[in-house]
């Protein structure tokens, strides 16, 4: 028996990220600005080597700011923290012994409220989403001086009542709750963050909120200083504009136009907001079968989606079995994955002699730690259950595997290939995946509050996320690969290697690949 091959397959995969709400954090690649390159260089260089700009913190946060943001906090019933101000804070250097301070950093000081604040999503339906007076996010106000800064700042934090989701309904009846900003805060714990000392720990509420004024103001100085407001705020318009406000729009975009032939696309990072506009989309509503998980993710908004062509697949989903792919892992292993990570369905192929398939999406931790987990249960999942043991399977995943992993903390991409392959299945890279096939290339700035993260210009490459992460896997003995390709640019096919992205017109961090596969059959 020799094998012939017939019906082919398009299938597509795209994390699509979550939405990012710093439009200054990640390197983009913005050749139309010019500006864009030259303010990224003078942040770069005001944080390296700032010499006799590296002032006072009461220089940026000035006493009198202090006084009225202390005064603020012991009205709301928390401690004073002016011992904390004049022995610790007032005299630091604005960039050397406070952006720079580690230590700050691993209290969580700065960045946990920054966190907390600065995207706030509420139940109002007239302002569904508010953002602390920030240069890190998509407010959208005058950051022009410290003063006004301040103002608008000391206003949000106190001033301003928010419809928030009830965390205790058991407590409270209704489903809705009023809160002030300053009250979304969370104690600092020293079982969780040990460098954070018991006192500190004590006073947390309070200093973090001094920190996180402290952290504001010497971004607002510093953006004021390397630039002027007449730059750098138009700028940063014109950023949120493309990256953020019209993310999703873009997104659908490319999908309507270089993806609207595929058979099945798998999405994973995807928001509630995605989903619903998804829906109304008439081309794609009209093209494709749009399956979300049964339990949406609605706390950290991501999730993992499959498209289905309704011509290939006119029944759309047969039946969601992500159940029974988590009641596979292993009793005694903790795998890391949350709600959304992961959706699971069945479908018949009507265009292939009633193909029955199993087709899954899977975003991967961080790390990539979950991906042979999840992989493990899928594959147990589909071998034990007398329904899905004779299913074919597609499996789309941003499997966050690595070129080059120095210690057993993140997942190698060419081992992920090694077990993959032990269960008889292929990629659309071939058999071996190849450590250099890049699908992410992305690396952070320094207006993000992790210093520790940030990469020079020069370094985006050598010290960036730049590695082979997306995958779609299926059974080698079922089918072969046709073509493979991927996309950085909205335009299928055209990736542009050794260049940072998201960009202005590709508003992803990770590209989209796609693949066409025929079918192997006995003759």
Same mark, same amino acid.
């Given at each position: 028996?020799?094998?012939?091959?017939?019906?082919?397959?398009?299938?597509?995969?795209?994390?699509?990220?979550?939405?990012?709400? /710093?439009?200054?954090?990640?390197?983009?690649?913005?050749?139309?600005?010019?500006?864009?390159?030259?303010?990224?260089?003078?942040?770069?260089?005001?944080?390296?080597?700032?010499?006799?700009?590296?002032?006072?913190?009461?220089?940026?946060?000035?006493?009198?700011?202090?006084?009225?943001?202390?005064?603020?906090?012991?009205?709301?019933?928390?401690?004073?923290?002016?011992?904390?101000?004049?022995?610790?804070?007032?005299?630091?250097?604005?960039?050397?012994?406070?952006?720079? @301070?580690?230590?700050?950093?691993?209290?969580?000081?700065?960045?946990?409220?920054?966190?907390?604040?600065?995207?706030?999503? %509420?139940? @109002?339906?007239?302002?569904?989403?508010?953002?602390?007076?920030?240069?890190?996010?998509?407010?959208?106000?005058?950051?022009?001086?410290?003063?006004?800064?301040?103002?608008?700042?000391?206003?949000?934090?106190?001033?301003?009542?928010?419809?928030?989701?009830? @965390?205790?309904?058991?407590?409270?009846?209704?489903?809705?709750?009023?809160?002030?900003?300053?009250?979304?805060?969370?104690?600092?714990?020293?079982?969780? !963050?040990?460098?954070?000392?018991?006192?500190?720990?004590?006073?947390?509420?309070?200093?973090?909120?001094?920190?996180?004024?402290?952290?504001?103001?010497?971004?607002?100085?510093?953006? /004021?200083?390397?630039?002027?407001?007449?730059?750098?705020?138009?700028?940063?318009?014109?950023?949120?504009?493309?990256?953020?406000?019209?993310?999703?729009?873009?997104?659908?975009?490319?999908?309507?136009?270089? !993806?609207?032939?595929?058979?099945?696309?798998?999405?994973?990072?995807?928001?509630?907001?995605?989903?619903?506009?998804?829906?109304?989309?008439?081309?794609?509503?009209?093209?494709?079968?749009?399956?979300?998980?049964?339990?949406?993710?609605?706390?950290?908004?991501?999730?993992?989606?499959?498209?289905?062509?309704?011509?290939?697949?006119?029944?759309?989903?047969?039946?969601?079995?992500?159940?029974?792919?988590?009641?596979?892992?292993?009793?005694?292993?903790?795998?890391?994955?949350?709600?959304?990570?992961?959706?699971?369905?069945?479908?018949? /192929?009507?265009? @292939?002699?009633?193909?029955?398939?199993?087709?899954?999406?899977?975003?991967?931790?961080?790390?990539?730690?979950?991906?042979?987990?999840?992989?493990?249960?899928?594959?147990?999942?589909?071998? %034990?259950?007398?329904?899905?043991?004779?299913?074919?399977?597609?499996?789309?995943?941003?499997?966050? %595997?690595?070129? /080059?992993?120095?210690?057993?903390?993140?997942?190698?991409?060419?081992?992920?290939?090694?077990? !993959?392959?032990?269960?008889?299945?292929?990629?659309?890279?071939?058999?071996?995946?190849?450590?250099?096939?890049?699908?992410?290339?992305?690396?952070?700035?320094?207006?993000?509050?992790?210093?520790?993260?940030?990469?020079?210009?020069?370094?985006?490459?050598?010290?960036?996320?730049?590695?082979?992460?997306?995958?779609?896997?299926?059974?080698?003995?079922? !089918?072969?690969?046709?073509?493979?390709?991927?996309?950085?640019?909205?335009?299928?096919?055209?990736?542009?290697?050794?260049?940072?992205?998201?960009?202005?017109?590709?508003?992803?961090?990770?590209?989209?690949?796609?693949?066409?596969?025929?079918?192997?059959?006995?003759?």
């Amino acid at each position: 028996m020799m094998n012939i091959y017939t019906k082919a397959l398009r299938i597509a995969s795209w994390n699509i990220a979550a939405i990012n709400n /710093n439009p200054f954090e990640y390197w983009i690649t913005y050749k139309e600005n010019p500006a864009y390159e030259q303010l990224m260089n003078n942040v770069e260089r005001f944080i390296e080597n700032p010499g006799h700009k590296d002032v006072k913190v009461d220089n940026v946060f000035t006493e009198e700011m202090f006084t009225q943001l202390d005064q603020r906090l012991t009205n709301v019933g928390w401690k004073s923290v002016r011992n904390y101000w004049e022995d610790e804070y007032k005299d630091r250097q604005i960039i050397e012994t406070f952006m720079k @301070d580690s230590l700050l950093g691993s209290k969580r000081l700065a960045s946990m409220p920054d966190r907390m604040t600065n995207t706030i999503n %509420t139940e @109002d339906m007239e302002e569904p989403i508010v953002f602390r007076p920030t240069v890190i996010n998509m407010y959208d106000g005058d950051l022009s001086t410290q003063d006004i800064w301040y103002n608008k700042w000391e206003t949000f934090m106190f001033d301003t009542t928010l419809k928030m989701k009830n @965390d205790n309904p058991d407590e409270i009846d209704n489903d809705v709750q009023d809160k002030k900003v300053y009250e979304l805060l969370q104690p600092i714990l020293k079982a969780k !963050y040990p460098d954070i000392t018991e006192q500190e720990s004590e006073d947390s509420l309070p200093l973090q909120t001094l920190c996180l004024a402290i952290f504001d103001a010497i971004l607002v100085h510093m953006m /004021n200083t390397v630039s002027t407001p007449e730059s750098w705020q138009p700028l940063k318009t014109e950023i949120v504009d493309a990256l953020n406000k019209k993310k999703i729009p873009r997104t659908l975009e490319i999908l309507a136009t270089e !993806y609207i032939d595929s058979d099945i696309v798998t999405l994973t990072e995807v928001s509630t907001a995605f989903i619903n506009q998804a829906k109304l989309d008439k081309v794609l509503h009209a093209t494709f079968h749009i399956v979300a998980p049964k339990e949406i993710d609605s706390v950290r908004d991501q999730n993992s989606v499959i498209f289905l062509n309704r011509k290939t697949f006119p029944g759309g989903s047969l039946g969601e079995i992500t159940d029974q792919v988590t009641n596979s892992f292993p009793e005694d292993v903790k795998v890391p994955v949350s709600k959304g990570d992961i959706l699971a369905i069945k479908a018949v /192929n009507v265009l @292939d002699n009633n193909l029955q398939l199993v087709v899954a999406a899977f975003h991967g931790d961080t790390n990539g730690l979950a991906t042979v987990p999840v992989l493990d249960a899928v594959v147990k999942a589909m071998k %034990t259950s007398p329904e899905l043991s004779d299913h074919g399977l597609i499996f789309g995943l941003d499997a966050n %595997t690595y070129e /080059n992993t120095p210690n057993a903390k993140k997942q190698n991409v060419m081992d992920f290939g090694t077990h !993959y392959q032990k269960y008889g299945l292929a990629s659309c890279w071939g058999d071996d995946p190849q450590p250099s096939n890049y699908t992410t290339y992305n690396a952070r700035t320094y207006l993000q509050p992790q210093l520790n993260k940030a990469c020079r210009s020069d370094e985006k490459r050598s010290k960036g996320d730049v590695n082979p992460k997306d995958f779609i896997l299926f059974i080698k003995a079922d !089918y072969k690969v046709v073509e493979t390709t991927k996309d950085n640019t909205g335009t299928k096919g055209n990736y542009i290697e050794d260049m940072a992205f998201p960009t202005l017109t590709f508003p992803s961090d990770h590209g989209v690949i796609s693949t066409i596969i025929e079918r192997s059959v006995g003759s």
